[in-house]
């Protein structure tokens, strides 16, 4: 079984917003499989579907960012989870927008929804995908991670979100080393 988690806040208010970047890629992934986000457990909305003869579940917590790993915890907990067949999608401050990089493991980099599911699976060893949303020093980080993209920062982040059904059917039938070396560029 895998567990696919796309990280961002709950509400129309944070619709499109860079700290929804892991919403985003969900929501393409799941038009890819023809399936519907229209369950409701432990505060996540998700579903569940197979895809070459394995479960694969995905995954929208529907707690604030800095609460999702408590969402995981319990989906792992109740669904028999081994971490090394999580993949969580979230946004990168340290990676310019419209880049991407698949990483084993790591620390959160300051990133408050990966140290709190460091936090409630007491490791950092799950494979990610962090989307670059690069980062304006100008402005306070909270209110540019809250803010809606522009239509020139979508140009940029629209062929990721397009491209990320593609990384998890990979993800999907291939060893991760394998789907890193196709995808970091």
Request: contains cysteine.
């Amino acid at each position: 079984m895998k567990l696919i988690v796309g990280l961002g806040n709950p509400g129309l208010e944070y619709d499109k917003t860079r700290h929804n970047i892991g919403f985003m890629c969900i929501d393409s992934i799941s038009k890819y499989f023809n399936v519907l986000l229209d369950s409701n457990k432990f505060n996540g909305l998700y579903t569940q579907f197979n895809y070459n003869n394995e479960k694969i579940i995905l995954l929208k917590p529907q707690k604030y960012m800095n609460l999702s790993g408590e969402v995981i915890r319990d989906f792992v907990n109740f669904f028999k989870i081994d971490t090394k067949d999580i993949l969580i999608i979230c946004d990168d401050l340290d990676t310019p927008i419209g880049k991407y990089r698949l990483r084993y493991k790591g620390s959160s980099g300051g990133h408050n929804g990966l140290k709190n599911i460091e936090l409630n699976l007491s490791t950092n060893e799950y494979k990610r995908i962090k989307v670059g949303i690069s980062n304006d020093k100008n402005k306070d980080t909270k209110d540019y991670v809250l803010g809606k993209f522009s239509k020139e920062e979508l140009d940029l982040i629209n062929p990721i979100i397009d491209e990320m059904p593609n990384i998890i059917i990979d993800f999907l039938k291939l060893p991760f080393d394998n789907v890193m070396n196709k995808y970091n560029k």
